[in-house]
């Protein structure tokens, strides 16, 4: 406790509030220290609201005694990550912490290995990285005790998957979002195809995120899957799940799997879509079609609001067709644009941009990035990590943007702890930073919050 009362001040005095706002701020291994500082603290770090919607990894279970459960449960966690996926694992999962919502597997399970998680009434989310040991008629068959709750669902890996077992997951008609991750066989070529894909798509009513991520579908197949299928119930097999007309997407991810354009008919289908998921894509970097096709996802899909560019390495020219309702945009490693492309971005949505980034984009030097904040005056998140234009004349002009809250500088060593300090000054300390490294120990306190995606499991 003497870490606490320090200089005649009990700092248990003060509001529970600002506490939980310094916790926010430190690190996993920071918590923990200051956990077993005293129990004043403990009792605050086991508060949850400091662990809500939290992704917690929970290793070696069979050493969690009583009281780590019961720690846990204090706590309210949610959101759960195993490294192991054996039934034994699950079933002391399913005892200790009986209101898990989300459950994410990192290891291969075995078929009948998931059939535990039937005892967590509120499960509604989960994730499988490495499907390689399940076929999709055993993950079904696993499953089935709590499809009927089940709505969000990741699998990756999906080399023993074919049509016929990917046809099987049509079966969950409450999933909201279905994301498939690395469709590689183990024996070459793609596990998925365009129709089995478009018999899942128009069979789930609910669904309204879709992420496909190194999928493999050619050009084709892709516009296949969101093409409707014949209608014409002498098309249907016995048996089939009736289909819906028309898809109601949010949220579309394409990572590395587009590098053709899409028919006209699978946009058709699309045009509900506000955030939209491209990066690493290779239709963006082809020099080989006009840039009216390159971007014609663009012009058919008039509601996104979120894009992501990321590794595309996109021309200037692409953002001359950005939907003019964009909000946020992330550019990072596009390292071909410049500011030329900032200003076509700034036809097209200056007004509207709230979030950008442009980590790694070393093309756009520092006089585009002084004018940032005419360019995109309502600017509330920006991240320049790894920009060679970032001066300290670029830093006092952007504590112009009136509504910046957040600036990612990762990876820009030049900037004088001098500038850092008038920034902070000339912005009243309104906006979260994150600095290079070398200069975190020095600036914890204006770190970005909420990075840390795990937390500690253990008291």
């Not at 709750?149 to 023993?160: A, D, I, K, P």
């Not at 996802?297 to 003019?324: M, W, Y």
């Not at 670029?394 to 500088?409: F, K, N």
């Amino acid at each position: 406790m003497a870490s606490v009362m320090s200089g005649g001040v009990d700092w248990l005095l003060l509001p529970f509030d600002l506490y939980v706002e310094i916790f926010q701020y430190l690190t996993a291994g920071e918590r923990a220290s200051a956990r077993v500082a005293c129990r004043a603290f403990r009792a605050l770090l086991d508060h949850p609201c400091l662990w809500h919607d939290r992704t917690v990894r929970l290793r070696e279970l069979h050493r969690y005694d009583a009281r780590t459960w019961r720690t846990l449960q204090g706590r309210r966690v949610s959101r759960v990550e195993l490294a192991r996926a054996a039934a034994k694992d699950l079933r002391r999962l399913t005892a200790g912490l009986p209101d898990v919502t989300a459950v994410r597997l990192t290891g291969p399970p075995r078929a009948g290995a998931l059939a535990p998680l039937a005892a967590l009434a509120r499960l509604r989310d989960v994730w499988l990285d490495d499907c390689t040991r399940l076929s999709g008629a055993e993950l079904l068959r696993d499953v089935a005790p709590f499809s009927g709750r089940l709505t969000h669902l990741t699998l990756g890996n999906l080399t023993s998957f074919g049509d016929d077992d990917l046809r099987q997951l049509a079966r969950l008609q409450n999933l909201e979002a279905l994301s498939l991750r690395r469709c590689l066989k183990s024996s070459g070529g793609f596990s998925i195809s365009g129709p089995a894909l478009q018999y899942v798509l128009f069979r789930l009513p609910k669904l309204r995120s879709l992420a496909l991520y190194a999928a493999g579908l050619s050009s084709d197949g892709l516009s296949l899957a969101f093409t409707p299928p014949c209608q014409d119930p002498a098309c249907n097999a016995e048996g089939d799940l009736p289909c819906i007309k028309s898809l109601a997407l949010e949220n579309l991810g394409l990572t590395h799997s587009l590098s053709w354009p899409l028919s006209d008919e699978a946009l058709d289908q699309l045009a509900s879509v506000r955030t939209l998921l491209v990066n690493s894509c290779y239709l963006f970097r082809r020099r080989d079609l006009p840039i009216r096709e390159v971007t014609a996802i663009f012009q058919r899909l008039p509601n996104v609001v979120h894009l992501d560019l990321g590794s595309t390495n996109c021309k200037n020219a692409v953002l001359e067709h950005v939907p003019a309702s964009l909000q946020s945009l992330d550019l990072r490693d596009c390292y071909s644009i410049s500011g030329a492309g900032l200003q076509f971005l700034w036809e097209r949505a200056g007004t509207s941009l709230r979030h950008l980034n442009l980590s790694l984009c070393n093309r756009v030097s520092h006089q585009p990035l002084a004018v940032l904040h005419k360019l995109f005056p309502n600017l509330e998140s920006l991240d320049l990590s790894s920009c060679r234009g970032v001066t300290e004349g670029v830093l006092s002009s952007l504590a112009c943007l009136p509504r910046l809250r957040m600036l990612c500088l990762r990876a820009v060593p030049d900037l004088p702890d001098d500038a850092l300090r008038r920034f902070r000054t000339l912005t009243h300390n309104r906006v979260l930073l994150t600095l290079p490294r070398e200069k975190e120990c020095n600036h914890q306190m204006y770190g970005l919050r909420g990075r840390d995606r795990y937390t500690l499991a253990c008291p």
